[in-house]
């Protein structure tokens, strides 16, 4: 298999689908803007881009038979012009999306869920092999909370309530099933 391209791999659950795909001998491309100061597992390739910009990714693309991939934004900006690199060079698309999508909804109600729901529009249409993957909350957010429980030992912020939440090795344990087999 050639090398399958993974986005957001120095972030949460990108850190996972990289070392879950090494374990299995595959080669790992990896995406970050920062190529020279990632710290990324060794034995992996390392290509430079800007996810919104679809010049900057010809070459992280080119060459790879899959790609992982997350968008990090609050627009779908950027995003048809993403999926048509990919779509030149790429069969497979796995993207990580939310399950607070409403498949009902004509608008999300959460300005978080909208670009997920427009993610998977573009990308159910983008031509390739796609999987959606939605997660549920992630495990690692809670990290978000270490400063307030240093300080104060308690945790304060809205929506903040018993969730069952799911951790980031999950998600990426189902993403590389869905990007190899
Ligand atoms: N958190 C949740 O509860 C939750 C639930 C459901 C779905 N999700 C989805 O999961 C995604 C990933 O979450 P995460 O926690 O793994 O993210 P994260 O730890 O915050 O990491 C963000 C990643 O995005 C990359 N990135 C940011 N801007 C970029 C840009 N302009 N170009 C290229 N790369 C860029 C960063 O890479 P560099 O800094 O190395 O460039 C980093 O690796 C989220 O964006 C969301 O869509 C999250």
Redesign the pocket.
Known sequence: MSEILV????????RQVVVQLLATGIPVRT????PES?RLPEGVTVAG????DPDSLEGALKGVSAVFL???FLTTEGAPGVLEVAARHVRRIVH?????VDDDAERQTDPINQP?ADMERLVEGSGLGWTVLR????A??ARGWADQIRATHVVRGPGIAATAVVH?HDVAAVAVHALTD
């Not at 995406?31 to 920062?34: A, C, G, S």
């Not at 881009?49 to 919104?52: K, V």
């Not at 997660?135 to 992630?138: A, L, R």
Request: net charge negative.
């Open positions: 986005t957001g791999a120095t972030g949460n659950v990108g995406l970050t803007r920062h990632a881009g800007d996810l919104p997350i968008w990090p990580l999306s939310s399950s607070g997920h997660s549920n909350t992630i690692s957010n980031e």
